[in-house]
């Protein structure tokens, strides 16, 4: 099994960047593809971002693609969400999530969740 705690989430302006962790224990992280997923208030939770084993194949949704940039950490136990040019159709809660599928897998596939941090954008 592996433990996932997301952090870095908070209140910005549109326009602002916020940097995601997700900090994992338990299994070695580089066993499983990463996710980032967000569930807006009121709609269903979407996928954002997702990175390979390796770190060498990435996933954007469209609605982030430009903006988002998913990594591994040089300690290998931790995954980046980077977040520029905030809108704020950005709020949301964000999730980080672990499975053995690939970048495009849907959550479904994902066996692992933290708890998630909310993202709050102001216009």
């Known amino acids: 099994q592996v433990q996932l705690v997301e952090s870095g989430g908070g209140l910005v302006q549109a326009g602002d960047s916020l940097r995601l962790s997700c900090a994992a224990s338990g299994r070695p992280f580089n066993r499983y593809t990463v996710g980032w997923f967000r569930r807006a208030p009121g709609k269903e939770r979407e996928f954002a971002a997702a990175?390979?084993?390796?770190?060498?194949?990435?996933s954007y949704a469209d609605s982030v693609k430009g903006r988002f940039t998913i990594s591994r950490g040089n300690a290998k136990n931790t995954v980046y969400l980077q977040m520029n040019s905030l809108k704020p159709e950005d709020t949301a809660v964000y999730y980080c999530?672990?499975?053995?599928?690939?970048?495009?897998?849907?959550?479904?596939?994902?066996?692992?969740w933290g708890q998630g941090t909310q993202v709050t954008v102001s216009s």
């Open positions: 999530a672990a499975g053995y599928g690939s970048t495009r897998s849907p959550e479904t596939e994902y066996d692992y």
């Open positions: 990175i390979s084993t390796s770190g060498g194949s990435t």
